[in-house]
């Protein structure tokens, strides 16, 4: 495949919630090439039905193929699952790019990774966040806060069914943020000038800080039905989330979140 006047962009993460949107985001600019990292066939059947889309197959735990992906890579949008290995992927990642000669590292990080002593999730962020700088290739690292999309991927289902949602927040006040914002400080940073915003990390936040109970009168309003947040327990969070099949390390990484929500 012959480059165009850009650069060739691979994502990792191409078929989740912010890596799918930067995707089409990029895709729709029409200046680079870009190659998308999935890591099953059905995966990459969702992606297929853009012609101008390069998908490659990766395995973390196969190195050859995290080479292959990285195979003539301009520039890196880093994006690893949620999980105690993190740190080891991307730190697999990152040493394919230097011997790719990759130019650029966009990594997805989280608004707290460099808190103290912050939360698990913040603190494997900040760990991969070092082996990227220790690497000496240029990066930006973005640290968006809770997204939005979150009302849909993890309480849409109470809220259809039951007309409410239930987190154990209490009344903290949190900067939600839309993935689609997300995504797109990442295409202008992976496609726009990048000279300025080379090694530094930037919070990504929503327009304001919402509660909860604000949110719903927010749905409320939007959908016009009565939507309620109940204020749960960390025990009855932890039961939800397990029964709906979430990790161990997950539902641990989430209530230490909460836990910071609610400190404000």
Do not use: C
């Amino acid at each position: 495949m012959s480059k165009k006047d850009g650069s060739t962009i691979l994502v990792t993460g191409a078929t989740g919630t912010v890596g799918s949107e930067l995707v089409r985001q990029l895709v729709n600019s029409g200046q680079n090439i870009i190659k998308a990292a999935v890591h099953s066939k059905e995966k990459a059947d969702k992606l297929k039905h853009d012609k101008t889309l390069e998908i490659v197959n990766i395995d973390y735990d196969k190195p050859e193929t995290i080479a292959d992906a990285l195979n003539n890579v301009d520039k890196l949008f880093l994006l690893t699952p949620p999980s105690v290995e993190m740190v080891d992927i991307s730190s697999r990642l990152v040493e394919e790019a230097k011997n790719n000669s990759v130019k650029l590292i966009v990594k997805l990080s989280a608004m707290g990774a460099d808190l103290e002593p912050g939360f698990t999730g913040g603190r494997l962020h900040r760990q991969a966040e070092e082996i990227i700088e220790g690497s000496r290739i240029p990066y930006t690292f973005l640290r968006p806060n809770a997204f939005m999309q979150n009302f849909v991927n993890r309480s849409g289902q109470t809220i259809k069914n039951q007309n409410a949602f239930y987190l154990p927040s209490g009344d903290a006040k949190i900067s939600f943020v839309d993935i689609r914002d997300v995504a797109a400080v990442a295409a202008e940073v992976l496609t726009k000038n990048a000279n300025q915003h080379l090694n530094k990390a930037y919070n990504i936040t929503g327009p304001q800080a919402l509660s909860h109970s604000r949110v719903a009168e927010i749905l409320s309003e939007e959908t016009g039905r009565s939507i309620s947040y109940i204020d749960i327990s960390e025990e009855d969070a932890r039961a939800g989330m397990k029964k709906i099949g979430m990790g161990d390390w997950f539902i641990q990484n989430a209530l230490e979140l909460y836990n910071i929500y609610r400190a404000g």
